[in-house]
């Protein structure tokens, strides 16, 4: 069974960082993609990056470009997002996702960042403050 448990959401003040992890298990880590994802209540989940872990390639959205990234430990099956130079606007529900690393009309799974990502961690709560 694919689990997968982020942490690591807390209050921080606009321009700190905070680092997020998802620990997962129940499937090959090397052969799939985790993503993180935010929701924000009213509005639908934002995928803002991805890492194929096969090749640690990584992806991002230009919304946290240059901010947030993405890496992985496949010895502990762990993804981590660290998060710099937060702003309140990226207060947020955080997840992460997990599929098998696929091909999608030309191009990574894991680089369009959609939301349908088959395995979803419950959500962790980042909230920023100004």
Not at 46 to 52: H, V
Not at 99 to 124: A, I, K, N
Request: with cysteine.
């Amino acid at each position: 069974e694919v689990q997968l448990q982020a942490s690591g959401g807390g209050l921080v003040q606009a321009g700190g960082s905070l680092k997020l992890s998802c620990t997962t298990s129940g499937f090959p880590f090397s052969t799939y993609a985790i993503a993180w994802f935010r929701q924000v209540p009213g509005k639908g989940r934002e995928g803002i990056s991805c890492i194929r872990n096969g090749d640690e390639d990584t992806f991002y959205a230009d919304s946290v470009k240059g901010r947030f990234t993405i890496s992985s430990d496949n010895a502990k099956n762990t993804v981590y997002l660290q998060m710099n130079n937060l702003k309140p606007e990226d207060t947020a529900v955080y997840y992460c996702a997990a599929d098998v690393d696929t091909y999608y009309h030309g191009t990574y799974y894991c680089r369009t960042l959609y939301p349908e990502f088959r395995s979803w961690g419950q959500g962790t709560q980042l909230t920023v403050s100004s």
